[in-house]
């Protein structure tokens, strides 16, 4: 095959097209004149707010390591640092789930009121149990969530389907305060009623209008 | 019946787990014109080729036990070349579609995702792409496509087809092979050296051998690996795997993934070395291992895991670990892969305006891929290492028989 120009390297007995200076092969310096660029540069990419992330995570260890430091000083004062731990670890998880599911917003509200629940449970165990967070917490983010959903889907014109199984994760999710009221551990119980029927609503809303998209996403998700 | 998602075919199965650094599991064609491409008239061809392929509209999911391809309104874009050789398009977060259009200069490349397509899927797309292309391009009217299959006909699994739960392969256990070792470079970069050779100065060579091309492309291979390689690695055979494609055996119109692959093992500190001697071998090999019985065979043996109930009802998470190290311990147990895609066949009409077909697909050790088309034969050498002298020894072994080679490198746009 014949192409216009090219060098030749004299020791491979090749002809090498393009506006290389030396021979790929062999290595060896081309002379004569250069052919058309046959590939582009392509620039490694460069990985964005790499540093941001770099710092904040050296930040949030230093500020760990300093804060137990202080704490070992000073033992009279209690075991405070240990919350400031938990601080830091709540703050990597819920950045954690903001970054990873950045692209799908209905799976990350899903996924952040199950952060949020577990979250609010554990504070509420490390601070003395006051209850506040099935009182509350989770009741209340389950509702919001469920609206959010509703909205986000409008607003962004999303397709059903796509947004139709982490509608109904929290929707299952948020029938789950109806075990806190009858098992008698709730203080305020309104929240957790209109979380429970709201949560009743929005699935019986989902069968009633997209029970065949649901066939069809549990046959996708669920084949064997 | 159209519907809006498929399970991967039993190939494809691996892949998307055994993704790992340059081994990204996409592969790229490219067809080289004699004029510079045109943005606007690509995008139309695109346009009008999506059509007749709708099963590349889709996009990779995870299931709870497997990974399957949802039907996507997406709409492919044409780019000018933007980024390295086989990168991996496809992101678990972004919902990307699973090919590429983009171009540069004379050149249109396609980037397929293996979980999609294999050769021959990809290959139908190029040149219905590259047709269509032309005819707008140039006024001509569009002839007939050249593959006759129906929507269904082309998203079959044909590994299910013909699978028929007997007949299977018996267990050999294989020594180690020697592999490819050397410093890579950064970023996951692969650097791809393409030959360009005349067909019929190479086939009258390989006649007066009695040897079909890929046989003896094969053995030259094999013999380039062994003289570069330690005397060390040497104790351990080199094995090169050769890929096939089972529809020259059992009739598919699919075009998704139907092959499978054999391997040709030289164990170079036993047996002797001259080149005669290897071609034999090979030779030998090819028509030991090209028969219909050993592929139904390899076919029955590949297929039988993914029919496994207990391989089923694994959560897919179990899976990405298991099917990630059953990838590679296959892949660790050949050298290097030597690919040959075969002839290329384009409407006579569009012949005066094409120069070369091209293929090149990703790897973590060596992979030459070959096509041919007219009697412009490509061999095409990728691999992540620095270090070219198999390459070297390769294309010197051919000009030494009198071929006149001309070679493209895209280490001209790498950053070392």
Avoid at chain 1, 138 to 160: N, R
Wanted: net charge positive; with cysteine; proline share 3%.
């Amino acid at each position: 095959m014949k192409l216009q120009n090219h060098k030749y390297c004299d020791k491979c007995k090749i002809n090498i097209n393009g506006v290389m200076e030396y021979c790929p092969l062999c290595q060896h310096k081309l002379d004569g004149e250069n052919g058309v660029r046959q590939y582009p540069v392509i620039t490694t990419v460069y990985r964005q707010y790499e540093f941001y992330f770099k710092s904040l995570a050296l930040a949030t260890t230093s500020g760990g390591v300093i804060s137990c430091a202080i704490n070992l000083m000073l033992p009279e004062s209690g075991f405070w640092s240990f919350f400031v731990l938990l601080g830091i670890a709540c703050f990597w998880i819920m950045l954690w789930n903001v970054i990873n599911r950045r692209f799908n917003i209905p799976k990350y509200i899903s996924t952040q009121v199950f952060i949020i629940s577990f979250i609010s449970v554990i504070w509420d165990f490390a601070t003395v149990w006051h209850g506040w967070s099935v009182d509350y917490v989770i009741p209340i983010t389950c509702t919001t969530a469920m609206f959010a959903l509703a909205v986000t889907g409008k607003v962004m014109k999303l397709p059903v389907e796509s947004f139709i199984s982490s509608m109904l994760a929290d929707a299952l999710f948020g029938v789950v305060p109806i075990i806190f009221y009858f098992s008698g551990i709730l203080h305020i119980i309104i929240p957790s009623v209109i979380c429970v029927s709201v949560s009743v609503i929005a699935f019986a809303a989902i069968v009633i209008f997209n029970g065949r998209s649901i066939i069809v996403e549990v046959q996708k998700r669920f084949h064997i | 019946m159209k519907t809006n998602w498929n399970r991967l075919d039993n190939a494809a199965m691996l892949f998307p787990s055994a993704k790992w650094g340059t081994e990204t599991l996409m592969f790229r064609f490219t067809c080289v014109l004699h004029e510079k491409i045109d943005h606007e008239t690509l995008q139309r061809a695109l346009n009008d080729t999506i059509q007749s392929f709708d099963i590349f509209r889709c996009v990779l999911k995870r299931g709870l036990f497997w990974y399957y391809l949802e039907h996507s309104e997406i709409k492919p874009v044409v780019r000018e070349e933007y980024h390295k050789l086989c990168a991996a398009i496809y992101d678990k977060r972004i919902k990307t579609l699973l090919f590429e259009v983009t171009y540069f200069e004379t050149r249109i490349n396609l980037e397929v995702s293996h979980i999609l397509s294999d050769g021959t899927g990809a290959t139908n797309f190029l040149t219905t792409l590259v047709s269509y292309y032309l005819s707008f391009r140039n006024g001509l009217e569009m002839p007939p496509v050249g593959f006759d299959a129906s929507y269904n006909q082309m998203q079959e699994d044909s590994f299910s087809k013909y699978y028929n739960g007997k007949d299977k392969l018996k267990k050999v256990r294989r020594r180690r092979v020697c592999r490819l070792r050397g410093n890579r470079y950064s970023g996951d970069m692969l650097r791809v050296i393409t030959g360009h050779l005349s067909v019929s100065a190479l086939l009258e060579i390989t006649h007066e051998k009695k040897s079909s091309l890929t046989a003896y492309l094969s053995a030259c291979l094999l013999n380039s690996i062994a003289e570069d390689i330690t005397v060390r690695q040497q104790k351990n055979p080199v094995s090169l795997c050769i890929p096939v494609n089972l529809r020259n055996y059992f009739p598919s119109q699919s075009a998704r993934n139907f092959f499978s692959t054999f391997s040709v093992v030289y164990d170079y500190s036993s047996e002797p070395t001259d080149f005669d001697t290897v071609l034999a071998k090979v030779n030998g090999v090819f028509k030991e291992k090209l028969t219909r019985e050993y592929l139904t065979g390899t076919l029955n043996s590949y297929t039988a895991a993914a029919h496994n109930p207990f391989a089923k009802i694994a959560p897919l998470f179990f899976k990405d670990i298991v099917l990630k190290i059953a990838y590679w311990r296959n892949k660790t147990r050949n050298t290097a892969t030597f690919s040959n895609v075969g002839i290329i066949k384009i409407p006579d009409i569009f012949n005066g305006y094409i120069e070369s077909f091209d293929v090149c697909t990703s790897t973590k050790f060596l992979q030459a891929n070959a096509i041919s088309y007219l009697d412009n034969f490509s061999v095409s050498f990728t691999t992540p290492f620095i270090n070219s002298d198999i390459e070297r020894r390769f294309f010197r072994m051919l000009s030494d028989l009198g071929l006149e080679i001309t070679i493209t490198s895209n280490t001209e746009g790498l950053e070392i």
